[in-house]
């Protein structure tokens, strides 16, 4: 069979926390595998998993196509890299507490998660709240060169799919 095959890759560590999904997984097990038009299906496949990956692998098309990562889902979203940003401009720092030996501060922005979101950067995990803060920055900015913004931008990733599927 020739076109794009959509494997999904579901993380083995037996991590149990979403926290715990953000960077560091490193033990896989493939689950399934989509051919061509079946890509959503791969997607909603995922999405029923803690911590899972969707490979798009081109087969036996242009060679100038390459294996890519077209989905991922951490259970709860993964680090929301808006937060991370703002956290790392402010906080310089780590306040460890006596008692846990942890940094209050870096465990309040790991707490502030989101869905995989599509963003003109690419696909990163947002908040609602950054995710809201970005459109509404997207909009203005759009509006004020006069043309309508993208509509797909700051959304979920799994909502545009399921549109483009016809879900």
């Known amino acids: 069979m020739s076109g794009w095959r959509y494997e999904v890759w579901v993380c083995d560590t037996g991590y149990r926390k979403p926290a715990d999904h953000d960077g560091s997984c490193g ?17 909603e496949e995922a999405a029923l998993h803690g911590h899972a990956l969707v490979e798009a692998i081109p087969v036996g098309i ?15 979203g993964g680090l929301c890299k808006g937060c991370w940003d703002k956290h790392m401009n402010t906080h310089t720092e780590h306040v460890l507490e006596d008692v846990t030996g942890w940094c209050r501060p870096c465990l309040d922005v790991e707490k502030r998660r989101g869905p995989l979101t599509r963003t003109p950067d690419g696909r990163v ?3 609602e709240d950054c995710r809201a803060a970005f459109r509404r920055h997207h909009e203005g900015c759009a509006r004020g060169e006069g043309r309508d913004p993208d509509p797909r931008l700051y959304r979920p990733v799994l909502d545009v799919a399921r549109e483009d599927a016809g879900a």
Request: charged letters at 15%; one cysteine or more; glycine letters at 8%.
């Open 27 to 43: 033990a896989w097990k493939r689950a399934g595998i989509h051919w061509n038009a079946k890509w959503f299906n791969a997607f």
């Open 62 to 76: 242009d060679p100038g196509w390459k294996p890519h990562t077209a989905f991922e889902h951490v259970h709860g």
């Open 125 to 127: 995990f947002m908040c």
